[in-house]
């Protein structure tokens, strides 16, 4: 662990970037997983047509293609963020980070989508059908009366949606974001011959303890939608 801490530093700032990535990333899936929901149980077969051919396509692919895709296919197809480029104190966002948050988003929006599609399912048919009686629109039915109760219900699934992205986030460390993993497959490469266990160990306990807070953090919004139905 030696190792750990004479960079410990760089191990915060590491995690830092860990966290950036969670943030923008689970906020965006979320409201994209919104948008593609809506789409699934909406009135226009068109449009419910290429919200499940794009869940299926994305959910059924692998994290890491879909990284390569827009960080090799991405420039080709000009999807470029090389305008970006914004520092946070010692953190540095540039392109390669926009790459990740947006391989993230789309990933993440269709599990997204399939937990609240659940949580759709599990809302009273009275409830839309009184929202109707009354006059609303489908928006307006989705909006006031379905998703809200559809988030209550689904909160679980889509905790664990979101912890999956926590983990997820690893992935970047293949195309250069300095976040967690990429930090300890650094330190790896200079002390693994002797600290191997105890950078692992450290890594992990990073990883434990973000997942445990959120965790904790969801599990009282839970308790407290479940009092106030």
Not at 73 to 78: C, H, K, Q
Not at 204 to 224: C, D, K, Q, T
């Given at each position: 662990?030696?190792?750990?801490?004479?960079?410990?530093?760089?191990?915060?700032?590491?995690?830092?970037?860990?966290?950036?990535?969670?943030l923008?990333?689970?906020?965006?899936?979320?409201?994209?997983?919104?948008?593609?929901?809506?789409?699934?149980?909406?009135p226009?077969?068109?449009l419910?047509?290429?919200a499940?051919?794009?869940?299926?396509v994305?959910?059924?692919?692998?994290l890491?293609?879909?990284?390569?895709?827009?960080?090799?296919a991405?420039?080709?197809?000009?999807?470029?963020?090389?305008?970006?480029?914004?520092?946070?104190?010692?953190?540095?966002f540039?392109?390669?980070?926009?790459?990740?948050?947006?391989?993230?988003?789309?990933?993440?929006?269709t599990?997204?989508?399939?937990?609240?599609?659940a949580?759709?399912?599990?809302v009273p048919?009275?409830?839309?059908e009184?929202?109707r009686?009354?006059?609303?629109?489908f928006?307006?039915?989705?909006?006031?009366?379905v998703?809200?109760?559809?988030?209550?219900?689904?909160?679980?699934?889509?905790?664990?949606?979101?912890?999956?992205?926590i983990?997820?986030?690893?992935?970047?460390?293949?195309?250069?974001?300095?976040e967690?993993?990429?930090?300890m497959r650094?330190?790896?490469?200079?002390?693994?011959?002797?600290?191997?266990?105890?950078?692992?160990?450290?890594?992990?306990?990073?990883?434990?303890?973000?997942?445990?807070?959120?965790?904790?953090?969801?599990?009282?919004l839970?308790?407290?939608?479940?009092?106030?139905?």
């Amino acid at each position: 662990m030696k190792a750990v801490f004479d960079e410990f530093d760089a191990y915060l700032q590491a995690f830092g970037y860990t966290l950036a990535l969670f943030l923008v990333s689970g906020v965006l899936s979320l409201l994209l997983g919104t948008v593609l929901v809506a789409m699934r149980v909406g009135p226009v077969a068109v449009l419910r047509s290429a919200a499940g051919v794009y869940v299926t396509v994305v959910r059924n692919t692998p994290l890491v293609i879909v990284f390569a895709f827009f960080s090799f296919a991405g420039p080709t197809l000009s999807i470029q963020f090389n305008w970006f480029k914004v520092s946070i104190g010692d953190y540095d966002f540039t392109s390669l980070f926009c790459y990740a948050v947006l391989s993230l988003t789309l990933y993440t929006s269709t599990f997204v989508c399939e937990a609240l599609r659940a949580g759709i399912n599990a809302v009273p048919l009275g409830q839309a059908e009184a929202a109707r009686a009354i006059g609303l629109p489908f928006g307006g039915v989705m909006r006031q009366v379905v998703l809200p109760l559809a988030f209550r219900a689904a909160l679980p699934p889509l905790a664990s949606v979101q912890i999956a992205l926590i983990k997820n986030t690893s992935v970047a460390a293949v195309f250069g974001i300095a976040e967690a993993t990429a930090n300890m497959r650094s330190l790896l490469n200079d002390f693994g011959a002797t600290q191997r266990f105890g950078i692992f160990a450290c890594f992990a306990l990073g990883y434990i303890v973000i997942v445990e807070v959120f965790s904790f953090l969801s599990y009282r919004l839970e308790r407290r939608w479940r009092v106030a139905t």
